[in-house]
Nanobody, 124 residues
Framework: VQLQASGGGLVQPGGSLRLSCAAS????????IGWFRQAPGKEREWVSC????????LYSDSVKGRFTLSRDNDKNTLYLQMNDLKPEDTAVYYC??????????????????WGQGTLVTVSS
């Protein structure tokens, strides 16, 4: 399984970015898919995830209302649309996936497959 994340960069506060995560040898319409991030000197934290059990998309309180997780099954690609970005959103963002739809979204250690990370820097 390979997950290839892209789309990071430098953006001013209030700006937007869309991250992509292309999957190979893993179909996004099963299991659990999600995004995590890790800021310098901090632990990896959960951002958003979706399970095929119920199709519900969950967001952490810090990004709710600003970030949107979506996927294109035809392209087998996961996205994270990030709007109204803040300096505290600065981090390396990782996409993740797992075959088990019951994998807890909040626990990064429960995910088996990871992308390489893409850096998002929010600064003026």
């Amino acid at each position: 399984v390979q997950l290839q994340a892209s789309g990071g960069g430098l953006v001013q506060p209030g700006g937007s970015l869309r991250l992509s995560c292309a999957a190979s040898r893993f179909t996004l319409d099963h299991g659990v898919i999600g995004w995590f991030r890790q800021a310098p000197g901090k632990e990896r934290e959960w951002v958003s995830c979706q399970s095929t059990n119920d199709g519900l998309t969950l967001y952490s309180d810090s990004v709710k209302g600003r970030f949107t997780l979506s996927r294109d099954n035809d392209k087998n690609t996961l996205y994270l649309q990030m709007n109204d970005l803040k300096p505290e959103d600065t981090a390396v963002y990782y996409c993740a996936a797992d075959d088990d739809p019951d994998t807890p979204c909040f626990s990064w250690s429960s995910f088996d497959y990871w992308g390489q990370g893409t850096l998002v820097t929010v600064s003026s």
